[in-house]
């Protein structure tokens, strides 16, 4: 029986890459704010769920640590205080995308071969699988993508999320996740981080009466 | 302990300081703290001094380059409290905006730099470092306008992307230690990694990746070309004291880290990799600031941009290398953060008298704010590298180096830069000091020549003449150490 729940644990791993995807591509077709907050939710939702396979076949307490931390950080706590702010902002709610969502799938899909190959050349020596490791370089690379096309402050905020999303998985397919330790201070630092960004929001929409921090140009050159 | 004493200090002044509702008491229990604070740093120093290093568990080592960092952090910090006592007056009561936030989140600054300095691990060194862009956010957009309010969010934005590439970089550094055999609990103890060094040759292209991830992330706040977007907004918006800081203190915390990196990685892969890069990132930033700077229109930003130009300096002297290239650049660590601090000083004293720091705006300050302007006559000189200050030594040392190897590119580049940024700053500061205006006549004699602020500014003035000088025995012995350290 336990082989069996190690197998399917093992399963996990490798077919949650695909719920990744979908995430990535998703988040790229958005309209809206919030639509992309419970999108991250949904995303780190699949992480945890990864870190407790981890957990269950390599028998790792530190490991369902991680699991619990991600679950109420990241799926519950920071989508809630992102949608929080969201209703008190009462700003619009549109992504500000610079680029429509029709041609962002085209480039989102782009990215995803682009991260495919790019893994190939680190195969070898990562010992991991290509499909787990190619959807966490396709998260950091949507990341990217998603904080130069859309032009929202709260877009940016979960861009960046996306992104530290991907370094995540990037550790836990290839060694497992990072020292407890370390991987408490990341967490600890995203939600500081979090709860500044919500602070300078605040003082964006009351100086510039918008979010859209494509305008904000008073300072160059 | 003492390490952990120097560690936590500035967290607990930090907390205390915000109990202090009164300006007067915030600023002298501030001063208080950062004296023990000091003193603290000092018998640190000592003690690595005598010893050679100093451990506290598993988390914290000061070794001879920690030393020699924290000795210039302690007094640039001291410096910026006794230049804020005065300068503190200016600030509107606000919410996060009263004097005692601002030294509640300067201690919280001090509190994170000092974090990357003594920590042993990678891991740590790397949330550290997240956490002084965090804990200077709210320091660059204090004045809630809206330049610092953008300001603060792009520096904020770019600086947690930037590191976030330095948090790939630093897991996949993890990742190659554990390949190469170190047990996972030490592969981010940046000691075991020198050691092991020659067995990550292994995994080479690993290393490979996470070192052009760790310089594009830390380089982010070093501020080297392409990556220095944030830095002259930053720079410029923030209150002087907190430019001084970010300019003194928070780019050579990240220079800090790339030395180490680059330590491991030259063991590992031998000279060749590492060095062009930074070499490439050090050619780039020179050039870029060098030419940005004729063209500014405010005092700070051009500070900023002269930021950015010695960054490339001492990326340079990395790249190139060897005991003068590495001599040079450790040195000038050192004298730009005590050069830039007094420039910093002064204009910030320019713009809280005047109202401005415009240059266009700016007319005669030699005339209305005379030893300000004397301040700022030997910054100029000072900055611009030439006898008798600090930065004609450490510069020359770089010079040197490339000169001996017979790195044409790099010579070049570097006289090519510095002589055009002389011009750029003997214009900018000539046209503000000395041409006469009518618009000034009515400010009269501003209140000049006295109090806290001018010995700060004093103090800077003379330890770049010492080390334009000679190089006191002690800190030329702990720099040498310091390189030992690398070795």
Redesign the interface.
Known sequence: MGVVFEMAALKVLSSAAVLLFGTVLLMATARRISTCAWLFAFQSLVLATEVASVAYTQHSREAWFVAGMVFAVKVIAIPYALLWLMRRLHTPHDVGASISPGHSVFVMAGVIFVSFWAVRLYLRELRATEVTLAAAVALILSAAFLMVTRNKALMQVIALLVLENGIFLAALVTIFGMPLIIEMGIVFDLLMGLFLMGIFVFRIRDTFDHLDVSRLRRLRG | MILALVFFLPLMAAGLVLTLKERRAATLFALAAGLIEIAGIAFTAWRVYASGSLEFTKYLRADSLTAFFLINIGAVFFLVLLYSTSYIRHIPAGR?SSPRWFYALLFLFLFTIIGVYLTS?L??L??MM??T??AS??LV?FY????A??????Y??VC??GL?FA??GT?VF??AG??AGIS??AA?QWRVLLHAAPALAG?Q??IK?AFVFLVVGYGTKIGLVPMHSWL??AH??APSPVSAMLSAGLLNCAVYAVIRYDAIVTHSLGAAFSHHLLLFFGAASLVVAGL?MI???DLK?LLAYSSVEHMGIIATGLGLGGFFGMYGALLHTFNHSFAKSLLFFSAGHVRETVGTSKISELRGLARILPWTSGAMVVGVIAIAGLPPFGLFVSEFSVLREAFSQAHWFAALILLGTLSIVFSAMTYHFLKVLTSHSEAHENLGRLRDGKGPEFVAMGICAVVLIIFGITIPLPFSNLLHAAMGVLQ
């Open positions: 996060f691990n891991g740590l790397w949330i997240e956490a862009t965090l956010a709210l957009g809630n306008t809206e330049g309010i953008e300001a603060g969010w792009k904020l934005i947690t992307v976030a948090l790939f897991i993890y990742i554990v390949r996972p609990d981010l995994s292209a690993l990746l002259p907004d410029a918006e940005l063209v500014q229109q930003r």
